[in-house]
């Protein structure tokens, strides 16, 4: 079965430095998908980020990026230049491409920018 | 586009009751998935429709129960409420089945007392 770890439960970074979020998985697939998704305070859950396994390349997207470190199982995410706007909740969820499937959530971690 | 709309957003009901709540998916995707979050579980996958079709469920007792319609809308019903249930219910709906991006609503807080 694969399982989804955030290690990290709360977080703080200043605003505008840089901040690394971990997130590890277990999982027997070859072929998966890996996302990262935020949910800000009593607001919708959004995509982030999102890493084909077959990729070597990191994904990124403007201020975020992703070290996707597959022989670790290692997929963690990096703001840069950290705004207001990015305190949340960040979940880290894994998708496996074949045969049956379902997004495993991790537990999140509570990331506070602070002005 | 207008984004994926659930209702009603918020519900209070009594144990042993049943309840019934609505998704409506961005127009187009044909997905659309159920999650259920605590904050001492996180969120947890409950079950994934296309074109009408259940095509994944999760490990929740038979007492969760969905449906797809013709129109994508989907609908999610829990009998025989229980304290436990009280969650905020996330409906997620996506172009395909497997590797596409979800679209989170708002979700239904349901409180069970």
């Known amino acids: 079965a694969q399982t989804v770890t955030q290690s990290q439960p709360e977080m703080s970074v200043q605003e505008a430095e840089t901040v690394t979020l971990s997130c590890t998985y277990d999982t027997s697939e070859n072929n998966y998908y890996l996302f990262w998704y935020k949910q800000p305070p009593s607001r919708q859950m959004i995509l982030v980020i999102r890493?084909?396994?077959?990729?070597?390349q990191n994904a990124t997207e403007n201020r975020f990026s992703v070290n996707f470190q597959k022989a670790a199982k290692s997929f963690s995410l990096k703001i840069s230049d950290s705004q207001l706007g990015d305190t949340a909740m960040y979940f880290c969820?894994?998708?496996?491409?074949?045969?049956?499937?379902?997004?495993?959530f991790g537990t999140g971690t509570r990331l506070k920018v602070l002005a | 586009k207008a984004g994926v709309t659930q209702t009603p957003r918020y519900l209070i009901k009594t144990r042993g009751q049943q309840v019934t709540l609505s998704c409506s998916p961005i127009?187009?995707?044909?997905?659309v998935s159920w999650y259920q979050q605590t904050p001492g579980q996180g969120l947890q996958f409950l079950f994934e429709?296309?074109?009408?079709?259940?095509?994944n469920k999760g490990n929740f007792p038979g007492r969760f129960s969905g449906r797809q319609f013709s129109n994508s809308r989907s609908e999610m019903n829990v009998s025989t409420l229980e304290l436990g249930d009280s969650a905020l219910y996330l409906c997620?709906?996506?172009?395909?089945?497997?590797?596409?991006?979800?679209?989170f609503g708002p979700g239904t807080r349901l409180t069970v007392t």
């Open positions: 127009s187009g995707h044909r997905s």
């Open positions: 969820a894994f998708m496996k491409q074949t045969g049956t499937y379902k997004y495993i």
């Open positions: 997620a709906s996506s172009e395909g089945w497997g590797g596409y991006e979800q679209y």
């Open positions: 890493q084909e396994a077959y990729k070597q």
């Open positions: 429709y296309f074109s009408e079709t259940q095509r």
